[in-house]
Nanobody, 123 residues
Framework: QVQLVESGGGLVQPGGSLRLSCAAS????????MTWVRQAPGKGLEWVSD????????RYVDSVEGRFTISRDNANKMLYLQMNSLKPKDKAVYYC????????????????RGQGTQVTVST
């Protein structure tokens, strides 16, 4: 059974940083691309970032390019999202999700996701 458990969210001031983590289990982690998606209050899901199986290819939505960094640790089945220079518009519930294949994408198609972790950016 696929399990994805996010952590690391919280309240941070504008300009601050957070590192989200996602612990994966129940599947062969190092054969799937992984993704982060988010949902802001009152809005739909938004794709944020993707990473290939060995981390050589990453993709970001334009609004976080240069501020967020996705990474993974296949040995420990962990996915990360380093978020710097956070802005109020980054406030959302962030979910890690497993892609259906090893292909990196830029949409919200996935077959499993975690329960999410709340990120709030406010003074």
């Amino acid at each position: 059974q696929v399990q994805l458990v996010e952590s690391g969210g919280g309240l941070v001031q504008p300009g601050g940083s957070l590192r989200l983590s996602c612990a994966a289990s129940g599947f062969i982690f190092n054969i799937y691309a992984m993704t982060w998606v988010r949902q802001a209050p009152g809005k739909g899901l938004e794709w944020v970032s993707d990473i290939s199986v060995y981390g050589g290819t990453t993709r970001y939505v334009d609004s976080v390019e240069g501020r967020f960094t996705i990474s993974r640790d296949n040995a420990n089945k962990m996915l990360y999202l380093q978020m710097n220079s956070l802005k109020p518009k980054d406030k959302a519930v962030y979910y890690c999700a497993k892609r259906r294949t090893s292909t990196v994408k830029t949409d919200i198609s996935y077959d499993s996701r975690g329960q999410g972790t709340q990120v709030t950016v406010s003074t």
